[in-house]
Structure formats: C-alpha cells, structure tokens
C-alpha cells in the first residue's frame, strides 16, 4: 500500500473528522491538520454559546481523534500567508479544505448599515472569546431585535437576555463576563419571517430559553399560524412536532414577571431598520403561509421600537487563495467534495469537505457523511494523484520555522488546555478561556 500525506486545512470538526475516516480507512495515511487559530475545534470553540457544555461534549470526541500518532496538529498558521498551495502540493499527496464558515450572510434591507445593526457571527464571536476581534462590545441597547429563524438567533437572544451572574459556571471569558455584566438589554425580540413550523430552532435550543429564571419567553400569537402543510410536516417529523409543542407551550404561559424577556414573532419579515443616527426602530411585513412552506407578504407592516438589530440570517465562508469558488452558492467550487477548477474539472490532488462545501447548513452528522463522501473520492482518485515532491514529515516544519511562523501543536494545546482549566478551577469555575493571540501561543510554546 502506497503511504500517503494529506494536509487538511481548517481544525474545526469538518477537518477532524475528515482526517479521522481518512486515517481509519486508509491505513497508511499521515495527516497534518492546519488551522489559523493557536487552538482547534472552530465553531465549537468559537461558534456556540459558552452555556451549552452538552454541545461541547463534542470537544472530547474530537480531541481523541487528534491524539492519533498519525494524525498532527499545526495551528496559528494562515492559509495564503504563512503557507500556499503551492507550497502543500510539495509536501503532501492531497489537501482537503475545510475552513468553514465565519463570516454574516447580508440582510438586503434599508437601514443595516446604521450603528447600532450588529451581525450575530460577529457578536457571537464576541461572547465565544475570539482572538481577533475587539475585546468591548456595545450593550447599551434596552429593547433588541434578533433576526433569524435558527439556532443562532437563539443563542444571541438568550445571552442578551441572561443575566451575566449566571454564566459565571461557564468557560466565559472575564472580559465578556464584564461586558454582559453592563448589559441594559430587558426585551429581546425574535423576528421570524414564516411560520412555527418551518422555523429552524433545534428542540434542545428552544427549550433552554425558558431555563433561566430570570426569563420569561413570549410567543406572540399574532403569526402562529399552521395550515395543513405544516400540519402534515408536524405529523411526520418529530422534531418538528416537539418545536411546534414547546412554542405552543411558552403561547400559553402565564408570565412570571421576569426582568427579562425574550419575545417571539412569528411571520414577521424584516423590511427596513429605521433611525437618523443609530438604530431606533425595526418595521417587519406580517406574512402569511402559502401552502409549500413559502410566505407571502400582507402589506401590513408592524414597527418595533428597539435600539439594536442582530442579524443571525446565515453564516458565509471566505474565498481562498488558489481555490476556486462558486460565488453564487458561497462554496468552493466542488463536485461531491471534488474541487473544481475554472475549467469545471476536478483538480487533482485538491479537496473540500464541510461548510465550504456544501453551504452553512446541517448539524454535526451532516458533517461526518459530509467527510466520508470526500475521504471516498480522494481514495478512487488515488492512482491518478502524483506522489508529493518531499518525503520527509518534518519537511513542513522547517518550513514553517524559515518563514518565522509561530506555530503550536497538538502538545501546545493540552497545555493550553489544562492552564485554562486551572485559571477556572482558581475561581472555582470549570474553565476560564484565554483570549489574546499572543497569549496563547505563549502559553502554547511553553
């Protein structure tokens, strides 16, 4: 069996678990898994509220992946910087890219560019202890409008809702925790464009908005509307049945005067945020269902009173040096995981799995058969792929090190790992996050 070295770019759970079935399947596969960040595991490290440890439950299993002897870490290295394509086609058989998604969809109305209109992947960013981005955040606002109908739009409103002294359990940074401490935010109000049965709320999300005592959550009825179509998707999906049930249950709820509120409006669709200087207000169309799961507008327009806007519409994944992308879908160009030349064939050698992939969609299990369909073309595609130029494993190490690049490991990382846990233990915490780059590949590098 011909042993083979694959570069898997992105250290999020696409790249892992891509770099785990390749390893799995392919018994003489060494891989080097890439990432820009000092620390692995992406959008479950920087992407989900810090109060969801059964999410990040997810960690571990990664974690055991990466321990493999064949399978390496480098991080704080940036694609296109610090290493090109190029320079991988040298060092390795293949290359998978699996960078994801971080950036905001847009929201095409008048009025998102005033201060106070926030996209939510830069707030959650925020609140999840990103290294690069600024380190305040603007919470002023007494009445919010979130924008969405998925599990971010959640996320921002519950953290926006929830009092900062409850986070002290969690891994949240002191910094965020100091931010949310100031927070005047009392109604948070979700704006959802169709109906309780098309919305994209998990039930575990939706549920724990109410877990907070300090919450009250507020369906509005005005909007709750199910007609036979989403009758029939209740029916036989029960996912859906239990989201309908819950937002059914929290419509019948008695408030209990909590400080704080998070109010749902369904079939409402942003049309314009209104204000001179800053955000003042939200006006939102009443749609109503058309039979197929799609809405139509009323021409009754309803204007909300709020001083910020959160848009959570979307995630979108940044274009790569020498990789080509479908602008239209937000992709790099690709066929089953096949990347794509300008030419529409596939080049050789060159792979993508993940959010890249197939667009911000899809949970976690999405994104292992994601992997397992890539994993299965870079296989049948082997005998065609010239072997890499350089043998040597270390050969991309002195490279790194030439170019001055600071890289951590997947040693570094367990040392990262465990001084976070003794900063939370410290303060009797579970863990408290490091935040600053510099910092952590500090700590990283011992």
């Not at 960040?37 to 959008?43: F, R, T």
């Not at 979130?146 to 953290?159: E, Q, S, T």
């Not at 724990?208 to 507020?218: G, M, Y």
Request: hydrophobic letters at 40%; one cysteine or more.
């Amino acid at each position: 069996m011909r042993s083979i070295r694959v570069a898997v770019i992105g250290a999020g759970p696409a790249g892992i678990y891509a770099a785990d079935i390749l390893s799995k399947e392919y018994a003489g596969a060494e891989v080097d898994v890439f990432d820009r960040l000092p620390a692995p595991y992406g959008l479950v490290r920087y992407g989900v509220a810090p109060d969801h440890p059964r999410i990040k439950e997810i960690i571990k299993a990664l974690g055991r992946v990466m321990s493999n002897e064949s399978i390496r870490f480098f991080g704080n290295v940036d694609y296109g910087t610090d290493v090109k394509l190029a320079d991988l086609r040298r060092h390795y058989d293949a290359t998978i890219f699996a960078t994801g998604a971080m950036r905001d969809q847009p929201l095409d109305i008048p009025g998102v560019d005033l201060p106070g209109s926030h996209g939510a992947a830069d707030f959650v960013s925020w609140y999840a202890g990103h290294p690069d981005v600024p380190r305040e955040w603007p919470l002023e606002a007494e009445s919010v409008a979130v924008v969405g109908a998925g599990n971010v739009a959640l996320d921002v409103a519950r953290m926006l809702a929830k009092p900062a002294e409850e986070q002290l359990s969690t891994e949240i940074a002191d910094s965020v925790h100091e931010g949310l401490a100031g927070n005047r935010a009392t109604d948070i109000h979700v704006f959802v464009r169709r109906g309780p049965a098309q919305v994209k709320f998990s039930p575990m999300e939706l549920r724990e908005l109410s877990h907070s005592p300090s919450v009250d959550v507020v369906v509005e009825p005005e909007g709750f509307e199910i007609d036979d179509a989403s009758q029939e998707l209740v029916s036989r999906n029960k996912g859906v049945r239990t989201v309908v049930n819950t937002l059914l249950k929290y419509l019948d709820a008695e408030p209990t005067g909590a400080a704080h509120r998070i109010h749902i409006h369904l079939c409402q669709a942003p049309v314009e945020i209104l204000g001179t200087d800053r955000v003042e207000a939200i006006r939102t169309e009443r749609t109503e269902l058309q039979g197929d799961g799609s809405v139509r507008g009323t021409g009754e327009f309803v204007e909300t009173p709020v001083q910020a806007v959160y848009r959570a519409v979307g995630y979108l994944s940044d274009q790569l040096p020498d990789v080509p992308f479908d602008h239209q879908r937000g992709v790099i160009s690709n066929d089953g995981g096949r990347v794509l030349g300008i030419d529409g064939e596939p080049m050789v050698g060159t792979y993508t799995t993940g959010w890249v992939k197939r667009g911000p969609v899809g949970l976690i299990g999405h994104t292992k058969s994601d992997a397992s369909e890539t994993i299965e073309h870079l296989l049948e595609d082997l005998p065609g792929i010239p072997e890499r130029e350089l043998r040597d494993r270390a050969g991309i190490e002195e490279d790194l090190r030439a170019r001055g690049v600071e890289f951590t490991t997947w040693a570094g990382w367990e040392a990262l790992d465990a001084h976070e846990i003794a900063l939370g233990g410290a303060a009797g915490r579970e863990r408290i996050k490091v935040i600053p780059r510099e910092e952590m590949i500090e700590v990283s590098r011992g």
